[in-house]
C-alpha cells in the first residue's frame, strides 16, 4: 500500500508540475488571446499528413524555444499546410509565424499553432537524429525494388517508416487486426533482442559480456524507430529484462512491465493518455497473463506449436478488445485467424529487414539481395490482411466508447458463463440456430449488394465525392474518388467492379482526388480524364497513367452509357494549387450520363455562378448529383433546370462545413424531388424499375 501511495503521490506531481509549465507563460498567454506571433520550435516527432478539403495538413509536434524574443520550453502541436513541413526531421530547428490557439482536448499542450507558409529552417537536425534519418532512407532505397505494396510496408514494420505505405492497404490491416505490425512494438525489439543474444552466444560471448551489446542494439533500434510510445515501452522492459540477466536474478514479466509502465508515466505523464502506450502495454500483459493458462488447456487438445500461436494471438487481441472498442466502435471477428496466419513471416521478415537496413549504409547492392526474401515474408502478410479484410463481416458494428468497452466485458462475462452450464449451452445453441436461420432466409428473401440492375452509386466515402456508374458485369466508370483510397476501394469491391475503363476526377480538391490509388488498386484503369484547368495535382495520383483533359462538348461512349462533357470551357486560366476553393470549385468537370432508362448530371462542385453559366445548357434528367455536397452556394434555376425526381448528397456524417445547408435542402424540398444523403443512408444505388428509376440505400 505505502509503494502504492508513494506511486501515486510521484504521478501526481509530475502531472502538477508539467500542467502548471502549459498553462502559463507567454505561449500560453497568446493562444489565449487567439493572437499571432513569430516563433522558434524544435521538432520532436516525424511530421505526418492528414487529408483535408482541399490539401493535406501536415501535423508536426514540437517544442517551442523563443517566443516574441522570450525563451520557453513547452510543447505544442504545429498545423500546417506546406508540403515542405513533411521533409523536416525530429531534432531541427525551425522559425516560423502563426496563430496560436488553445488546444481543445486535455493533451499536455501550450497551444496549437496554425502555421502560415513554409518552415524556416535555422539549422540541421542532431548527429544522431541524421544518422537515424540517412538508415531508415538507405532502407527505403534498399526496399525500392520491391512491388509497390511490400516497399510500404517493410520499412514500417522495420523501423515504423510508413511514409510509403498506401492508405486502402493500412486500412486492410486495421481491418483484419494486423495493424500491430506496421507500428514498432514490443514484438520487433523482442526478435532484434532475441537474435543479439543468440549471435552473441553463438560466437562465444557469455552472460555477462551479452546483455552491454544487446544494450547498444535496443539503443540504437530505439532511435532509428523514433521514441513513439509503443517503443519506449518495450525498449525500457527490454532494458529492465537484461539488466535482471546481467546480475544473475530471475526474470519476471510482469514485475518489469510494471516497472517499465511506472517509469516512463513518470517521466512523461501523457503517455497516460496515449493511446498507442495503452494498447501496447495491455497486449504486453495479456501475452504475459493471459498466454501461459491458455497455452495449457488448448495444449491438451492441439500440437505444442499451434497451441502457442493461437494462445499468444488469443490473448493480445483479447487484452486490447476494450480499448479498440472505444476508439473504432467494431468488434474484428478474423483478427486472431489472421494474426495465427500472418505469425510464421512476422520474424523473418522482421529479422531480414533490419539486417537489410544495418547493411543499407555501407552496401546497398547487399541490402537490396538481403531485402528480396524479406518482401516475399512482407507479400504473404500482405495477402493474409486483404483476404481477412475482404471476408464478410470481417468487423461488426458494435458501440464505441466507455459504454462499448463496457458492454464488450459484459458480453465476455456472458460467455463465460455460458460455457461453463451445459444447460445455458443448450439454450444458447437453439437460440443461435434460430438466428442463423432467420438470418438465412432474410439473405434469400431480400435483395443484396449491389441490388440487380444498378445503373449509378454514390458511395459513401465521407466529405468527398465518388460515383460509380455500371457499364456491365464488373465494369463501371468512376467519377471521383473521395479524400481517402480505402473507402473508394472498399466500395468499388462491393460492387465486384474490377475494370474501370474511364475515371474522371473532376476538379483537383482532396475530397474529389485523394482516393485515387484505392480506384486504382488491383483494378484495369484504362483513361484518366480531368478538368482541363488543371493544378497538376491529379497527375501526382495517377501513378504511370497520362490524364486526358476533358472538353466541353465531348462524348464519351462505353457500352451501353454515353457520357457528355458540359463544362468547364477550355479557355480560361489554368489553376494554381494557391487558388480560392471556389476558383478550384467552378473548374469541375460537369456531366451528362445517359443509359437506355436512365440519365444523370454530375455537377462536381460547380458553385452558383458557375451553375448560372450553365442553365441554358442543362438538359431534363432523373438523378441530379447536387453540386458542392449541397452548400449554400447554389443557383434555383440551375437545379430546377434539371427538373430530376431523385437528388443524391455525398457528404460526411457531422462534417465541419455544415453540408448540406438547410438552405439548399428547402430548395430541392420546394423543387419535389426525392433528397438522398450518403450521410445518413450510406452507398445508395440508382436502379431501374417498371415504373422509371429507384434509390436503394445500403447502411
Known amino acids: 500500500m505505502g509503494v502504492a501511495l508513494v506511486c501515486a503521490a510521484a504521478s501526481a506531481t509530475g502531472v502538477a508540475l508539467r500542467a502548471t509549465a502549459v498553462d502559463t507563460g507567454p505561449v500560453r498567454d497568446v493562444a489565449r488571446l487567439g493572437g499571432s506571433a513569430a516563433a522558434e520550435a524544435v521538432v520532436t516527432a516525424d511530421p505526418h499528413a492528414k487529408p483535408g478539403k482541399h490539401r493535406p495538413m501536415v501535423i508536426v509536434r514540437a517544442r517551442m524555444e523563443v517566443i516574441s524574443q522570450t525563451r520557453v520550453r513547452v510543447p505544442v502541436l504545429l498545423l500546417a499546410a506546406d508540403a515542405g513541413w513533411l521533409r523536416l526531421i525530429p531534432s531541427q530547428r ?11 482536448g486535455a493533451d499536455l499542450l501550450a497551444a496549437v499553432v496554425i502555421v502560415r507558409g513554409p518552415p524556416s529552417v535555422l539549422g540541421p537536425p542532431s ?40 492508405p486502402a492497404l493500412a486500412e486492410d490491416f486495421r481491418t483484419a487486426g494486423l495493424t500491430h505490425l506496421l507500428v514498432v512494438s514490443g514484438a520487433n ?8 543474444l543468440g549471435l552473441c552466444r553463438l560466437v562465444g560471448l557469455g552472460r555477462r559480456r551479452a546483455p552491454p551489446l544487446a544494450v547498444l542494439a535496443v539503443l540504437a533500434f530505439v532511435v532509428v524507430a523514433r521514441p513513439e510510445p509503443s517503443v519506449l515501452r518495450a525498449a525500457l522492459m527490454g532494458l529492465i529484462g537484461m539488466l535482471a540477466l546481467f546480475t544473475g536474478r530471475q526474470r519476471q514479466g510482469v514485475p518489469a512491465l510494471a516497472a517499465a509502465v511506472l517509469l516512463l508515466v513518470l517521466i512523461d505523464p501523457e503517455l497516460a493518455r496515449s493511446y498507442g502506450f495503452t494498447l501496447s502495454v495491455l497486449a504486453t500483459a495479456g501475452l504475459l497473463v493471459l498466454a501461459p493458462p491458455w497455452r495449457e488447456r488448448l495444449a491438451r487438445h492441439l500440437p505444442g506449436p499451434f497451441a502457442d500461436a493461437l494462445a499468444v494471438a488469443a490473448a493480445a487481441q483479447f487484452a486490447v478488445a476494450p480499448v479498440l472498442v472505444m476508439l473504432s466502435g467494431e468488434v474484428g471477428v478474423v483478427s486472431v485467424f489472421a494474426n495465427l496466419l500472418a505469425a510464421p513471416a512476422v520474424a523473418p521478415a522482421t529479422l531480414l529487414g533490419a539486417l537489410a537496413a544495418v547493411t543499407a549504409p555501407f552496401s546497398l547492392p547487399l541490402a537490396q539481395l538481403i531485402v528480396w526474401p524479406a518482401g516475399l515474408a512482407v507479400g504473404w502478410i500482405i495477402r493474409v490482411a486483404r483476404t481477412a479484410a475482404a471476408l464478410p463481416y470481417a468487423t461488426i458494428p458494435w458501440t464505441n466508447g466507455g459504454a462499448g468497452a463496457a458492454a464488450l466485458l459484459l458480453a465476455v462475462g456472458v460467455t463465460v458463463l455460458v460455457l461453463r452450464s451445459r444447460r445455458l449451452r443448450l439454450l444458447t445453441a437453439a437460440a443461435m440456430t434460430g438466428v442463423l436461420i432467420a438470418v438465412i432466409a432474410l439473405r434469400v428473401t431480400a435483395p443484396g449488394w449491389p441490388p440487380p440492375n444498378w445503373q449509378m452509386v454514390a458511395c459513401d466515402v465521407g466529405q468527398g465525392d465518388a460515383l460509380a456508374l455500371s457499364t456491365g458485369p464488373g465494369q463501371a466508370v468512376v467519377v471521383d474518388t473521395g479524400p481517402e483510397p480505402a473507402s473508394i476501394d472498399q466500395c468499388l469491391r462491393r460492387l465486384h467492379v474490377h475494370d ?41 495520383l495517377a501513378r504511370n497513367f497520362l490524364p486526358r483533359p476533358a472538353q466541353a462538348g465531348q462524348q464519351w461512349r462505353i457500352g451501353p452509357l454515353t457520357l457528355s462533357v458540359l463544362a468547364p470551357p477550355t479557355t480560361g486560366p489554368t489553376l494554381s494549387p ?4 471556389t476558383t478550384i470549385n467552378n473548374a469541375s468537370v460537369v456531366l451528362v450520363a445517359r443509359k437506355p432508362g436512365f440519365s444523370a448530371l454530375l455537377t462536381g462542385d460547380v458553385e452558383a455562378e458557375a451553375q448560372r453559366a450553365l442553365e441554358s445548357a442543362v438538359p431534363h434528367v432523373q438523378v441530379l448529383k447536387v453540386p458542392h455536397h449541397g452548400s449554400r452556394s447554389q443557383a434555383p434555376g440551375f437545379l430546377a433546370a434539371a427538373q430530376a425526381s431523385v437528388s443524391l448528397i455525398s457528404a460526411g456524417e457531422d462534417n465541419d462545413y455544415g453540408h448540406p445547408s438547410p438552405t439548399t435542402l428547402t430548395l430541392l424540398r420546394s423543387l419535389r424531388t426525392q433528397i438522398h444523403r450518403t450521410d445518413q443512408e450510406g452507398d445508395i444505388a440508382i436502379i431501374r424499375t417498371t415504373t422509371g428509376i429507384a434509390a436503394v440505400p445500403h447502411h
Not at 132 to 152: H, I, V, Y
Not at 501 to 524: E, F, M, Q
Open 94 to 104: 525551425v522559425r516560423l509565424h502563426g496563430r496560436f490557439m488553445l488546444p481543445q
Open 127 to 166: 548527429r544522431v537524429q541524421r544518422a537515424a534519418e540517412f538508415m531508415r532512407a538507405r532502407l527505403r532505397a534498399a526496399s525500392a525494388k520491391l512491388p509497390p505494396d511490400q516497399r510500404g510496408v517493410l520499412p514500417g514494420m522495420v523501423v515504423g517508416d510508413t511514409s510509403r505505405l498506401d
Open 189 to 196: 525489439l523482442a526478435i532484434v533482442i532475441g537474435a543479439v
Open 500 to 540: 474501370v475503363p474511364l475515371l474522371i476526377l473532376t476538379h483537383p480538391h482532396a475530397d474529389h482526388i485523394n482516393g485515387t490509388s484505392g480506384v486504382l488498386r488491383g483494378r484495369d484503369v484504362h483513361t484518366i480524364l480531368t478538368t482541363p484547368r488543371t493544378s497538376g495535382r491529379e497527375a501526382s
Open 578 to 581: 494557391k487558388d480560392d476553393g
